[in-house]
């Protein structure tokens, strides 16, 4: 047979579970403060690599080998604006 425990001692491990995990919660939060600070003074990393045209208007990028003077995600017309620089090969 099984051993069972109690409702007693169910809920008294609970109980250590509970102000174990608000622990831990607490900790986090700070340590997430800490990182939230440390995100904020630093600048933004530079893109690695060339990078694609963008649409000027949702600032999404240009997939490459795209043929539509449209953009993909707005709609935007890329023809009623200076010619983006798409690099070609060849
Ligand atoms: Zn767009």
């Not at 995990?21 to 800490?34: D, F, Y």
């Amino acid at each position: 047979m099984a051993a069972r425990r109690s409702n007693d001692d169910e809920g008294r491990a609970l109980r250590v579970r509970v102000t174990e995990l608000e622990a831990r919660v607490r900790w986090l939060e700070q340590k997430l403060k800490k990182v939230a600070l440390a995100a904020k003074v630093k600048p933004e990393p530079s893109p690695k690599g060339p990078q694609r045209p963008r649409c000027p208007s949702c600032f999404g990028e240009v997939p490459k080998g795209q043929r539509e003077r449209v953009c993909l995600y707005c709609g935007f017309n890329f023809d009623v604006v200076a010619p983006i620089r798409a690099r070609r090969p060849r």
